[in-house]
């Protein structure tokens, strides 16, 4: 069965960057988009981009161009998220999420804290 | 950037009642509209997609209408577990934007 496992959580520094782990099993993971989404707490779904794992094209969301960059590593099978110059607004929630139709698999989350 | 519409950002009902969603898209998204339940501390889950396309596993109480800007979620005959935030999210090209949400509420 298709399973999205995302790395655990993370306290950071203001400044730091962070670096958040989508290990994806059960499909072939070349040949899916796969997303990340933020939520902050109390707060709603952000779409922050996606990776293309097959080729590594990458589309962002233009309010996070700069702040995050998307990878995939084929030979683990793993997508990965680095956030840089994180502050308080960073604080939230990250999910990895499969892309066919639509999102139809999600990551745990990955929650993230940036606090000094 | 495609902007979605959710309304309302809350609502209360009771079991057995049937509710509706709405969601409104700024431009023609044609069926390219999905909607998710996220139950709190948990992973959105995705309920339909294409407007009207059920998930895998998705109960048939739960349907979806519209194309182009006017979308609805319909939920018949309320189950315990429905009670969350709901989402609806268009997958008509990037970038992906989702709604306010709606938190749906045990009257």
């Known amino acids: 069965q298709v399973q999205l496992q995302q790395s655990g959580p993370e306290l950071v520094k203001p400044g730091a960057s962070v670096k958040i782990s989508c290990k994806a099993s059960?499909?072939?993971?070349?040949?899916?988009?796969m997303n990340w989404v933020k939520q902050r707490p109390g707060q709603g779904l952000e779409w922050i981009g996606r990776?293309?794992?097959?080729?590594?094209?990458?589309n962002y969301n233009g309010k996070f161009k700069g702040k995050a960059t998307l990878t995939a590593d084929k030979s683990s099978s793993t997508a990965y998220m680095q956030l840089s110059s994180l502050t308080s607004v960073d604080s939230a929630v990250y999910f990895c999420?499969?892309?066919?139709?639509?999102?139809?698999?999600w990551g745990q989350g990955t929650s993230v804290t940036v606090s000094s | 950037d495609i902007q979605m519409t959710q309304s309302p950002a809350s609502l209360s009902a009771s079991v057995g009642e049937t509710v509706t969603i709405t969601c409104r898209a700024s431009e023609n998204i044609y069926s390219y509209l999905a909607w998710y339940q996220q139950k709190q501390g948990k992973s959105p889950q995705l309920l339909v997609y294409?407007?009207?396309t059920l998930a895998e596993g998705v109960p048939s109480r739960f349907s979806g209408s519209g194309s182009g800007t006017q979308f609805s979620l319909k939920i018949n005959s309320l189950q315990p577990e429905d009670f969350g935030s709901y989402y609806c999210q268009h997958h008509y090209g990037t970038p992906f934007t989702f709604g306010s949400g709606t938190k749906l509420e045990i009257k």
């Open positions: 294409n407007a009207k």
């Open positions: 999420a499969r892309l066919r139709h639509a999102m139809d698999y």
């Open positions: 990776i293309y794992p097959g080729d590594g094209d990458t």
């Open positions: 059960g499909y072939a993971f070349s040949s899916s988009w």
